[in-house]
C-alpha cells in the first residue's frame, strides 16, 4: 500500500516550478532581499504560471490541487527564495479558512476572484500583544445589526501593505476567550482600514510584512468567515492544512544549503586535498542529506493525511518543528563548511541563514508544536502496551525454559512502587526490596489485562 513515487503530472508540476524558480527568482532574489522589498512582478509572474493558488478548488475555477502537490511546488520555491515563498504562498493561508467555512456565497465570490485575477489576500490572527495565544485576541468585533463593526490591530502580517483583502480573527468580547473569537473578509479598502509601515527583518526581506489598523470598520454579515464561538476552531484547522508547507519551505531551504555546501567542499582545498576528502566533512553531508530526507518525509506524510482526509493535526506540528529545527541546523553546518566566505554577503548562504531562522516562529513557534504534540501523546495516543503496573514479567524458574510454557497454577504480583515480581499464591506482606506493604502489589499473573483493547484503531477523521 505505501507508495512514495510521484505520478507524472507531480513531477512535471515540480520541474515546471523549478524552472520557474530558477529561471525568474534566482537572478533577483538577493537584489531584493538586499533592498529589503517584496518584487511584486514576481508574485504576479507566480500567478500567470499557475504556481499561486493552486489549491482552490475547481469548483471555485481553481486547480483543486491537493496539500502534497503545495508540497512539491514550496519546496522548489523556497530553495530558490524563503522569502518570495512566504509571500508567494501566503494567499493559500488567507483562502485556507475561507475554503474551510461554511458561507458558501463568499466561497463563491471571493475563490473565484482570486482564482481567476491577480489578487492577493493576507491572514490575521496575530497581534502587538498575542501571536502564540489565538485565544487572546482583542481585536474587537461589536454586533451592530446584521453588521459587525472592527476595532483594532494586527501585527506581523505576511504580504499586509500589499493584501487586497485580510483574513481577519477577531473577538465579540476579549473575555470569552476561545469562545469569542470569529472571522471575517475585509476589503483592504474598506473605510477605516490602514496600513502600517512595512516592518524590517533579520531575514526573508523579500517578503512584506505590516501591521494593519481598523477603526470602526464595517463588517457586512455577507462576510463572516466564522461567527463568534467557530473562530478559534477554524484557525486552528487553518495551521493543521498549512504548517506541513512551513515544513516544506524548511526542506526547500535546507535542500540548497546542503547542495551548496557539497559543491564547494569538492572545490575548497585546504592541506593539499579537497575539503571534502575529510570525514569530518563528510558526515557533516551526511547529516545534512539525513535531515532532508526526514522532513522531507514528515511533511509529506503530514500533506498525505490532509489529502486523504485524516485530521493531520498532529503530523503537521511533528513535520513543522522537526523540518524547521533540522533546515537552520542544516544552514549553521553549511555556513560552517564555507568558512569565512560563508559569513560574507556575496555567498547565498548568509541570506539562507537568516531567511530559515523565521521557519521556527511563523505559524506556531516551535514550542506550541511541541505542547500539541505532547498534549497529544499525553492525552490522546493510544499505547500498544498495558500500564507498566500490569506488566508480566516473570523470571526462569515460573516457566520452563526454553519451551516458555508457564506453570498454569501459578500467581504473580508486581510491587507497582520498584518493580518486583512476586510468585506465590499471596503478595508478600512488605516488598523484600522497597520494603513498601502488601497493599502495593498488583496481581500480574495470570495476566489481568484483556489484548483486545491493544488493537490498531482506524486513523482519526
Ligand atoms: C516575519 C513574520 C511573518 C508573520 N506572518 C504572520 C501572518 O501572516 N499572520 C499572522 O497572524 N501572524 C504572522 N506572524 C506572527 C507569528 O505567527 C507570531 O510571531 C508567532 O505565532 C509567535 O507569536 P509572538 O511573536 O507573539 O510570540 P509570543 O506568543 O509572545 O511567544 C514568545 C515566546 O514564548 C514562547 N511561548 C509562548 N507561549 C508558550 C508556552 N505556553 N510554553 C512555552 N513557550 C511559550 C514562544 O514559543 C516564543 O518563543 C508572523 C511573524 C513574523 C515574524
Known amino acids: 500500500m505505501l507508495n512514495f513515487n510521484l505520478s507524472p ?7 515546471q516550478t523549478r524552472r520557474f524558480a530558477l529561471e525568474e527568482i534566482l537572478p533577483v532574489a538577493w537584489e531584493y532581499d538586499a533592498r529589503d522589498e517584496l518584487p511584486l512582478f514576481i508574485l504576479k509572474k507566480a500567478f500567470e504560471a499557475g504556481i499561486m493558488n493552486g489549491d482552490i478548488p475547481k469548483a471555485y475555477g481553481g486547480k483543486g490541487r491537493g496539500a502534497l502537490e503545495s508540497a512539491l511546488l514550496t519546496e522548489e520555491i523556497a530553495a530558490v527564495c524563503p522569502g518570495l515563498a512566504t509571500s508567494i504562498f501566503d494567499n493559500s493561508l488567507g483562502m485556507e479558512p475561507i475554503m474551510l467555512c461554511r458561507n458558501e456565497p463568499l466561497k463563491q465570490k471571493i475563490l473565484s476572484e482570486i482564482a481567476a485575477d491577480f489578487k492577493l489576500i493576507c491572514f490575521a490572527t496575530s497581534e502587538p500583544v498575542m501571536g502564540s495565544d489565538v485565544s487572546g485576541i482583542r481585536c ?13 490591530t494586527k501585527y506581523w502580517i505576511t504580504n499586509g501593505g500589499i493584501a487586497d483583502y485580510i483574513t481577519v480573527f477577531a473577538t465579540v468580547d476579549p473575555k470569552k476567550a476561545h469562545e469569542g473569537i470569529c472571522a471575517f473578509l475585509v476589503d483592504r479598502n474598506w473605510k477605516g482600514v490602514s496600513v502600517g509601515r512595512h516592518i524590517p527583518k533579520l531575514g526573508q526581506r523579500c517578503s512584506n510584512t505590516a501591521g494593519i489598523n481598523f477603526k470602526d470598520v464595517r463588517v457586512p454579515k455577507a462576510n ?21 508547507i512551513i515544513g516544506s519551505f524548511a526542506v526547500g531551504a535546507a535542500r540548497s544549503a546542503m547542495e551548496l555546501a557539497v559543491d564547494y567542499a ?26 532532508v530526507e526526514t522532513a522531507r518525509l514528515l511533511t509529506w506524510k503530514a500533506a498525505w493525511e490532509a489529502d486523504s482526509g485524516q485530521d493531520p493535526t498532529v503530523t503537521a506540528s511533528i513535520a513543522k518543528f522537526y523540518a524547521t529545527e533540522a533546515a537552520m541546523e542544516v ?26 531562522r523565521l521557519f521556527k516562529i511563523y505559524e506556531g513557534t516551535s514550542e506550541i508544536q511541541r505542547i500539541i504534540v505532547s498534549g497529544f501523546v499525553l492525552h490522546g495516543y493510544q499505547p500498544s502496551l ?17 519451551d516458555g510454557v508457564v506453570d498454569p497454577k501459578i500467581k504473580g504480583w508486581r510491587c507497582r512502587m520498584c518493580g518486583y515480581i512476586h510468585t506465590a499464591d499471596e503478595p508478600p506482606k512488605e ?31
Open 224 to 244: 463572516v468567515v466564522a461567527p463568534p464561538g467557530e473562530g478559534f476552531v477554524l484557525a486552528m484547522q487553518t495551521f493543521s492544512r498549512t504548517r506541513p
Open 331 to 356: 544552514v549553521e553546518e553549511a555556513l560552517q563548511i564555507f568558512g569565512g566566505y560563508g559569513y560574507t554577503r556575496l555567498y547565498p548562504i548568509e541570506k539562507l541563514y537568516r531567511d530559515t
Open 386 to 402: 498495558p500500564p507498566l503496573e500490569d506488566f508480566p514479567m516473570l523470571t526462569g524458574i515460573d516457566f520452563a525454559v526454553p
Open 9 to 15: 503530472e507531480q513531477i512535471e508540476l515540480r520541474d
Open 431 to 461: 516488598c523484600p526490596y522497597c520494603y513498601f506493604p502488601q497493599t502495593a502489589f498488583k496481581q500480574v499473573w495470570p495476566q489481568t489485562f484483556g489484548t483486545e483493547q491493544y488493537k490498531s484503531k482506524p486513523p482519526p477523521k
Open 266 to 291: 569538492k572545490k575548497r582545498r585546504t592541506f593539499g586535498v579537497k575539503i571534502a576528502n575529510n570525514q569530518a566533512i563528510q558526515f557533516k553531508i551526511a547529516e545534512m542529506y539525513q535531515k
Open 140 to 152: 474587537l468585533a461589536r454586533p451592530d445589526g446584521d453588521d459587525y463593526i472592527l476595532n483594532g
